[in-house]
T-cell receptor, first 115, second 114 residues
Framework: EAQVTQNPRYLITVTGKKLTVTCSQN?????MSWYRQDPGLGLRQIYY???????DKGDVPEGYKVSRKEKRNFPLILESPSPNQTSLYFC??????????????FGPGTRLTVT | GNSVTQMEGPVTLSEEAFLTINCTYT??????LFWYVQYPGEGLQLLLK?????DKGSNKGFEATYRKETTSFHLEKGSVQVSDSAVYFC?????????????FGSGTKLNVKP
């Protein structure tokens, strides 16, 4: 089954404790992206990656890091989480076959709470 | 810059009613436009898309037409069902500015009552 998986689905942590949210896709997609969803703000793009070792900032990259060492994986790293990073996070992937009409496939989301 | 504005929800309708969810956008070039749907507890799924002016995207009875003159991409459905209850997001990517970046609206929650 074609899918994007994220782990963990739920995470409660404390300020300053480094954490990683994993994302993996089995569709051989070149493009992967991270979003955060906050009430009233919709989805905002954190980082994206066009392919292995190619990443770039979205609109809200501060406080986050990413890496793309393998095509299927795109982990999101919070080196020193703060309460304002409490949010619902989504990973997405897409083929680059038709540049103007990307269909992104989304993971189920990770709900992060930072106390 | 690029942005997407959606009508605020929630929108509450009775089954078989007509649905319109307004979406307007600001973009530096000629964006591709999308509607995504999010069912409770799930990730987003692409509902429909349009990549150039006057294109009409359609899927599962939903339609939206890319109107460049009014910078709009309103979502419509002639007869909603309870199963359409979800949050709907309008989104754009702008190939002139950077088609790898996506911009989403704030989402509109739809509640359909039997």
């Amino acid at each position: 089954e074609a899918q994007v998986t994220q782990n963990p689905r739920y995470l409660i942590t404390v300020t300053g404790k480094k954490l990683t949210v994993t994302c993996s896709q089995n569709m051989n997609h070149e493009y992967m992206s991270w979003y955060r969803q906050d009430p009233g703000l919709g989805l905002r793009q954190i980082y994206y990656s066009m392919n292995v070792e190619v990443t770039d900032k979205g609109d809200v990259p501060e406080g986050y890091k990413v890496s793309r060492k393998e095509k299927r994986n795109f982990p999101l790293i919070l080196e020193s989480p703060s309460p304002n990073q409490t949010s619902l996070y989504f990973c997405a992937s897409s083929s680059l076959g038709l540049a103007r009409s990307y269909e992104q496939y989304f993971g189920p989301g990770t709900r992060l709470t930072v106390t | 810059g690029n942005s997407v504005t959606q009508m605020e929800g929630p929108v509450t309708l009775s089954e078989e009613a007509f649905l319109t969810i307004n979406c307007t956008y600001t973009a530096t070039g000629y964006p591709s436009l999308f509607w995504y749907v999010q069912y409770p507890g799930e990730g987003l799924q692409l509902l429909l898309k349009a990549t150039k002016a006057d294109d009409k995207g359609s899927n599962k009875g939903f339609e939206a037409t890319y109107r460049k003159e009014t910078t709009s991409f309103h979502l419509e459905k002639g007869s909603v069902q309870v199963s359409d209850s979800a949050v709907y997001f309008c989104a754009l990517s702008d190939p002139i500015y950077n088609f790898n970046k996506f911009y989403f609206g704030s989402g509109t929650k739809l509640n359909v009552k039997p």
